[in-house]
Structure formats: structure tokens, C-alpha cells
């Protein structure tokens, strides 16, 4: 039997419930739904009214007191103790836990977010000395010494495998002492860092420690949950803080996840398409999605590529953007042998980057001979549309060559670099007539070797009929052979004069240079 003037003395609400019969005769049955902790706040509460308003309290029941004490309604009148009031107090004390201290009332406040009586203002206390203590620079991992072993054990199974905290540094031993945390109080703590301007590195790394940790156990509608949380709490983050392989990983998971949502898709594409320049070839080769008979997912290659654009600012560096399009070439090499590619897909994938994002067309040229070989029924304003993507300027030699010789590529195209190829054994030759006497025979042989190749253009040129130009080269060709062949000759002779000539000479004979044989002319 209950004393109910010693519990209404102390309780508002017993006070409201027992009325007039203060008396203990008769029978008077009370039912508290969700009373805060059940019969152990209970218990604490009963213990509390009849030990006069005194009771301890203790870093593991300031929460459970505090909750109970707001749902009986214990606050001061001015005659009794107050069992709120003596719970606020206790935590002004809270900056002096030690670290156990603190993760067992955090996780109190986590058991007792459901009650009616929610520990809001002790939760947010905990939380800012939790954040706190990681945050300050002078504060050091607890398990560094013997001085204090974690008395606090999570009774739940989200700890991973493997020890986080053995293998632990100075920023990451607090790594396996949140996993118990709730996604919701997760996104709070990730919060109040990012407000404290906590280093953004080591919460990247947290979250993704905490995704592969919870998704053990989680069910398929708990592990949407939780990825929807971290892809919009990484989002948050500094982009540089981010990795590109750990943001590829979890792009897989989400994918296999049914229920996850469009828009929380389209942020991962955005965070990974921000570090796109990180990644390697195999990151990009995604299986396409059902019904598709695609070898990867091209689609969503051209979406991380115009995210990439998207957050590309002015400023940034070329090096960036031509990683890009150099990631993006060994993607279109490995693409364009796929039957089920369309023209209109590969053109929009050859032409996605601006021109400055290549130094040179030769990676681009193999991807789009290759695919013109596998698809070879397609029309020829396809084909054109294709070989838009191409500069001729910025392939070589060899590539130009194998372009004029090619009858898979348009014959417009063709041509196009069979000039191209001539105009660059023509600037080659006329730089010749200028090049220093004593440099002069350095790149004769190289000419000498395109020259090697200049019959086969020729030939091209005729099967496809360049009228005027064709005619051109066979007049200019036997002179352009014998200028070859009189070059090594006079550098021959050169040479062999250099050797006579006293080192004392050898700079007034370069200043008279322009008086020696012009054979080039």
C-alpha cells in the first residue's frame, strides 16, 4: 500500500489524481501508460517521495529521474524538495563526466526519446559536451591509458568485426563508441560538428564507418533510412573532404535499395560527379539497370560528367577538367565496342566535354574507329555527327595517317585528314629553312620517315578523289624528297666541318650562318 500524502506532497500530478481521498482506506487503483523507464522510474520516483526528497543521483539515472519528474509534474513549491530542480542541478556538473559517463546518459536520452516526457534539454546538453570533448584539440583518446577502461558496453549489435578503436588514431577512437546512436541523433551529433567546425575528413570517414556497421543488421527499410540521412549529412560537407571510391560504394548499395528515393540518387550523382576527377575506369563501369542491354550504365556516366561541369567553378584548375576527359576517353575505348551502343548515346558521350578538356584526339579517334567498325550500318549524318567531336589538330601523325586510309569514316572526314596530314609535313619542311645551322639535323630523320608514308596519302587521295590537291602533291612530292635527300647530305657535310673548326670559332661562324648554302630554299 502507497502513502499518497507523502507522494501527493511531492507530485502535482498524484496530488490531481487523488483528490479528496487523501486517506489510505479503500481502494484506489492508478495505471500510468508509458511512464518514463516503467517500474524502474517508477521505483526511483517512490523512492524519492519517501526518503523525504532525497534520493542520488548519478550521471546513469539524472536522465530516468529528470523524464519521471516531468511526467509526475515534481516541481518546487517552495515547501518541498523539488526532484526537477535537483536533476538540473546535477547537470550543471556534466562537464566533468568522464567520457563512459557521458555515452551512458546519451544513450538514456536515445531509450527515452519515445516516452512523453522527451529529455530534450538534457539531450542537447549531452550532446554539445559529447561534440565538445571531440572537438577540443587538447582532449585525447580515453583508451590511450589504463586510467579509464570503458565501463560503458552498447548492448546492441551494431559494432563491426573488427576493433575500430585498436586500430584506432587520434581521430578516429571515438569511431566505434557512437555506432549505437539512432540515424536520428546521428544526423544531430553530425550537425553540431559541422557547426563547431569540426574536421569534415574524419566525419566522412565516421559516416561511412557507421553506414557498413548498421547495415548488418538493419532491415531493407531501416538501411533507406539510414542512407538517405548520410547521403544528405555528407552533402553538408566540404567536397574536398569526400572520396570518390567510399562515394562509389555507397552509390552501389543505394542502387540495390528499392525503396531509396530519386532525390537522394540524384545527390550521391551530384557529390561523386564533384570529385569525378578522382576516379578510375572501374568506378564508371556500372551494370546498366533492368531491361537494359547495355554492357554499363552510360546513362549515368553522362550524368556524373555534367554534374562534374555543373560544379566545376571558373577558377579551378585545367588539370582537373582533363583528368576528366582523360577518364572519359579509356571509358569510351572500353564503351565502343558495344553492339547495343546507339549513335545518338555515343555521340552524346564523344561530345560531353569542351575541347580544352584534351591535349590530344588520338584516345578519342580509337574510341570512335572502333565503334564505326562494330556499328557499320550507321547512316553517314551520324557518322558525321560523330566525327564533329574530332580535332584535327590535336591528333598525330600516325592517327591522321590511319584516318586518310580508313573507309569506315566519311569521306569528307577522310580528307579532312589527309590534308591535315599534308598541311603538318608541309609546316614540318618549311621549318626546316629556318632551323639553326648547328641544330639543322636533328629532325631530318623524322621527316624522312614521314616522308616514308607520303605515297600511301597519295594513293588516298586519288581513291577518293581530291581534285587540284591531288595533282599538288605529285608535283610537290619528287621535290620534297629531294630536299630531303640533299638536307642529310649537307648535314653530313656539316658535321665534318664542325669537327675541323676551333671551339674559339664556333660562334662567329653561327653568326654568319645566313651566309652558308641555302639548300632548303
Known sequence: MVDKKTLASFSKRFGGLFGN????????????????????????????????????????????????????????????????????????????????????????????????????????????????????????????????????????????????????????????????????????????????????????????????????????????????????????????SLSCKH?????????????????????????????????????????????KHYMYDMNLVLRLVNAFQNELSCCSSLVRLRK????????????????????SKFAALVLLLPDSARESHDRLFQAIDIFLQVHGGICEAEKMRICSALNYAKLSTDALRHLARNSKFPSRIAIQGFINQQ??????????????????SISIEESIKENENSDQVLVYAKRVDVPGKTEQLEVQLPGMQFRVTELDKFSGTIHTQIGNIPRTRLSSLGNNARFLPKLCS
Open 21 to 240: 481521498s487523501m486517506d489510505n482506506s479503500g481502494n484506489l487503483k492508478v495505471v500510468f501508460h508509458d511512464f518514463p523507464g516503467g517500474a524502474v522510474g517508477f521505483e526511483l520516483i517512490a523512492r524519492f517521495c519517501y526518503n523525504n526528497g532525497r534520493t542520488q543521483i548519478t550521471p546513469a539515472s539524472v536522465v530516468l529521474l529528470n523524464c519521471a519528474a516531468q511526467f509526475m509534474e515534481m516541481e518546487s513549491d517552495g515547501h518541498r524538495p523539488s526532484l526537477l530542480n535537483q536533476t538540473k542541478k546535477s547537470l550543471d556538473g556534466i562537464s566533468f563526466w568522464s567520457w563512459s559517463e557521458l555515452l551512458v546518459a546519451l544513450k538514456e536520452c536515445q531509450d527515452l526519446l519515445l516516452s512523453p516526457s522527451k529529455p530534450s534539454l538534457i539531450l542537447d546538453k549531452v550532446l554539445d559536451c559529447v561534440v565538445g570533448r571531440l572537438v577540443s584539440p587538447i582532449v585525447a583518446s580515453p583508451y590511450t591509458s589504463s586510467s579509464e577502461n570503458s565501463s560503458f558496453q552498447c548492448s546492441c549489435d551494431t559494432r563491426s568485426s573488427y576493433s575500430i578503436r585498436n586500430n584506432s588514431s587520434q581521430v578516429s577512437w571515438w569511431f566505434e563508441d557512437l555506432l549505437f546512436l539512432n540515424i536520428d541523433l546521428i544526423g544531430k551529433v553530425i550537425k553540431l560538428m559541422i557547426c563547431q567546425h569540426f574536421d569534415h575528413a574524419t566525419i566522412t570517414k565516421f559516416l561511412f564507418c557507421y553506414q557498413r556497421s548498421r547495415f548488418v543488421t538493419a532491415t531493407p527499410t531501416e538501411k533507406c533510412r539510414i542512407m538517405e540521412v548520410i547521403i544528405n549529412l555528407l552533402s553538408l560537407l566540404d567536397r574536398n
Open 247 to 291: 562515394l562509389f560504394d555507397m552509390f552501389r548499395v543505394a542502387s540495390s535499395l528499392e525503396k531509396i528515393s530519386k532525390h537522394c540518387k540524384s545527390v550521391l550523382e551530384t557529390l561523386i560527379g564533384s570529385q569525378l576527377d578522382q576516379a578510375t575506369i572501374d568506378f564508371l563501369l556500372v551494370p546498366p539497370p533492368r531491361k
Open 324 to 343: 576528366v576527359g582523360s577518364l572519359l576517353d579509356s571509358y569510351l575505348v572500353e564503351v565502343s565496342a558495344d553492339s547495343y551502343l546507339t549513335p
Open 423 to 440: 598541311s603538318k609535313l608541309e609546316n614540318l619542311f618549311e621549318g626546316q629553312k629556318h632551323i639553326d645551322t648547328f641544330s639543322g
